[in-house]
């Protein structure tokens, strides 16, 4: 049977979050945005609970819910809210591009974009997007270990600084970024942190506020939510710029009509994630251990990034001695493991090329996503598989 460790790219859904969302595929379909009616105000009350909720689980303090939020779409309610979107992605859009554009609204003059050359692409690209638009983007590299450099940053923040950009945990090695002092940084020279935290959310204690995290992305089928939605969490009083036009929805900070189902089972999945988070972590970083000491034992083979601070359910490594298609190939029959990025398109991962790692060793690497279903066995089955791919492959060729 084939083994699942790739739940860094996506998670099945959890069927208390399919359950909670049924009513409202069906018996409860209306529009949120239909207030002369009973059922339209359901469904309004439904995403307000939904985006409290969530708000409480990030321990943030909410401002107006969306369906109250009306008129100037750059306007701010008082305290944290969320903006529902189709996921982290574009809440990456929203949070960098929404700052960009409101600054040149406004006639601001800070035009400096600072992140990590190890980014997601859907911080890096928008970014880049920014740059070749009159902005000044920069890249800071990191260490063989994936963690960033605070006296670099420290020195690569000026006046003209519009935004830092880091993201949580890093979705191919799982190394976790100093966030606090990255926030304290940002505090004190009063410059927006926005942080992607598709990785992170549901699996590590992250309290945007206390970490000094302006803008969070989070996604729901990451944390065994559906596929499809999100939500970039706004923390303090910030002005965006919308990237979606055409309905006035959510204050106009993203127009389209609000896909109940789908935020009733992120509220849902998020509350489920924090429930078992703890006992989550401490299971799965045992039988990721338990994983790395097999496969280390295998011999040529080495750990990508940190070993700590890093995910309790990531481990990605790299295999020396071998081609990488050739091995992803002889274990894909045993093991649903990944590359890297599930967002890459089959190019080289940039994440392991900014550790060092030369091509051939990128290729050569692998992802282990472990989840709420990986067990003992599996475990297992994955250093027996990878012992039997190793033997092959390494074995003399007469």
């Known amino acids: 049977m084939l083994a699942y460790f790739d739940h860094q790219a996506t998670t099945p859904c959890d069927p208390a979050v399919v359950a909670a969302m049924a009513p409202w595929w069906k018996e409860q379909f209306a529009n949120p945005a239909s207030r002369l009616h009973r059922p339209g105000l359901l469904a309004a009350a439904a995403v307000d609970q939904a985006h409290a909720q969530i708000l409480g689980q990030l321990g943030l303090t909410g401002g107006a819910p969306p369906g109250d939020l009306k008129g100037n779409p750059s ?94 945990a890093n979705n191919e090695i799982g190394v976790l970024q100093p966030l606090a002092a990255i926030g304290s940084l940002c505090r004190q020279r ?66 389209g009509t609000l896909p109940v189902p789908l935020i009733v089972g992120l509220a849902t999945a998020l509350n489920l994630a924090q429930g078992d988070r703890l006992e989550r972590e401490q299971r799965l970083g045992g039988l990721r251990d338990q994983l790395w000491q097999g496969l280390e034992a295998l011999g040529g083979v080495r750990r990508n990034g940190a070993a700590a601070p890093r995910l309790a359910h990531n481990l990605n490594i790299c295999v020396e001695g071998v081609e990488g298609g050739a091995l992803h190939r002889a274990l894909r029959r ?32 692998i992802r282990f996503g472990l989840g709420r279903s990986t067990t003992a066995a599996e475990i297992g089955q994955a250093i027996a598989a990878m012992a039997e791919a190793l033997n092959q492959l390494r074995a003399p060729r007469g």
Request: glycine share 14%.
């Open 190 to 255: 009063g410059i927006p942190f926005h942080c992607d935290g598709a990785q992170a959310v549901g699996h590590i204690e992250l309290n945007p506020a206390e970490l000094g995290i302006d803008l969070l992305s989070l996604s729901g089928h990451k944390l065994y939510g559906p596929k499809g939605i999100g939500a970039l969490a706004v923390s303090r009083p910030l002005t965006l710029a919308p990237q979606l036009h055409g309905g006035g929805q959510q204050g106009g900070l993203r127009a």
């Open 334 to 365: 045993q093991l649903a493991v990944s590359g890297g990025s599930a967002c890459s398109s089959g190019e080289p991962s940039h994440v392991l090329s900014a550790l060092g790692l030369s091509r051939l060793e990128a290729a050569a690497s």
């Open 75 to 168: 306007g701010d309610p008082a305290g944290a809210r969320l903006i529902f979107t189709s996921g982290a992605t574009e809440a990456n859009n929203l949070a960098l591009k929404g700052l960009a554009e409101a600054e040149l609204a406004a006639g601001g003059s800070r035009r400096q974009l600072v992140t990590l050359a190890t980014e997601h692409r859907a911080v890096l690209d928008p970014l880049r997007y920014l740059a070749r638009h009159g902005f000044e983007l920069t890249e800071l590299a990191v260490g063989r270990d994936g963690l960033v450099d605070l006296d670099q940053l420290e020195a690569a923040l000026s006046p003209e600084t519009l935004v830092v950009s880091v993201m949580a």
